[in-house]
């Protein structure tokens, strides 16, 4: 099986059991809740009392907020009021409470499965019928496997509808209002914003760099060499040095031609992110093992911010984690481009050093997400998750 599709296999194991954890968190907290929310309807009668009961009630919803963030993903406010709050506790305590009567259906299905299956290894007869071997209960296990697979659907299926009406009520209740939706969109517009104008003088400074100590340094020489060749009195002396001048201008139209390469690469618009990445690989000092695995091509922008991601990971694997080889894969997420570079080097790459630090800002500036998982001794593995335009 390929490797992306292990990926995301591994990935929804891991989201499957998170949400899990979490709807079985939430139905034990159910009951306390509906308990809570009976009691809390009969003291708002008293005003007195009101205020504690709905410090109490968002108290409550916070706790649901920091569970539906944590295991289910859920967005969430800030500021809501008490009634509200114990509108959606009362409401929240019915759902949880049919997300505790799956998980108890399937706790009665697993002990009972084992029970029958004891029993049949055991030579038991199942259900009190006629012992094993006999010809009346031969389809006994059948049914019963039939039917276990049965109810594992519809326990996925219950806990899948528990986990949508969970968010659901989530986002009407206690999820941001429009006014907070567009305070925060333009924060990290302006955020953003400031990632593109520190991403380009980073992008100048790097050109200036590359220009100063290469190009530059091989014209000096080729300089230094023609003007030895020009006060060259020896024929022979005088070919010698022309010929190193040679050298010299072929070695200094490499490097410019490298230079211009991290620019912008040419074969991004001739032949887009799967040319310009085998290129890469290509001019790689170290074996580089390409998969890509995009249905359509992205957008322009979109290729060349996954291109310097892939790129400068290449690099700095040569350059500075002694890696022997890198994989660079390329694969399509939820309306996402992800992109995974990976090397064997020794590790303990700094996600704020100033390579990785830029391109994290320049992800950022696409709206994606940049993640580094780098321990002492290695793999290292950059990650760009870049949103398709």
Known sequence: MPQP????????????????AGLALGGASAFGEFAFAVLAALAVAVPATRPRVFAVARALAGFEQWRLARFLGTESASGYSGPRALRYLALRSVVGGLGAGVFLLILWGAVTGAIMLWQLLDGQPLGGGDPVGTDQDWYDPIVVFLFGILLVFLAVQGLIGVAALER???RRWLGPSEQERLRRRVSELATSRAAVVEAVNDERRRIERDLHDGVQQRLVALGMVLGRALRAEEPGRAGELLRQAHEEAQRALRDLR???WRVYPVALDSGGLHVALESLAERSSLPVRLRFDLPARPDTATETVAYFVASEAVTNAAKHAGASRVDITVSAGDGAVVVRITDDGCGGAVPEGGGLSGLARRVAAADGEFTVDSPVGGPTTVTAVLPCG
């Open 258 to 260: 490298e230079v211009t």
């Open 168 to 170: 659901l009520l989530a």
């Open 5 to 20: 599709r292990l990926d995301r296999l591994a990935a929804l194991a891991v989201r499957g059991s998170r949400v899990t």
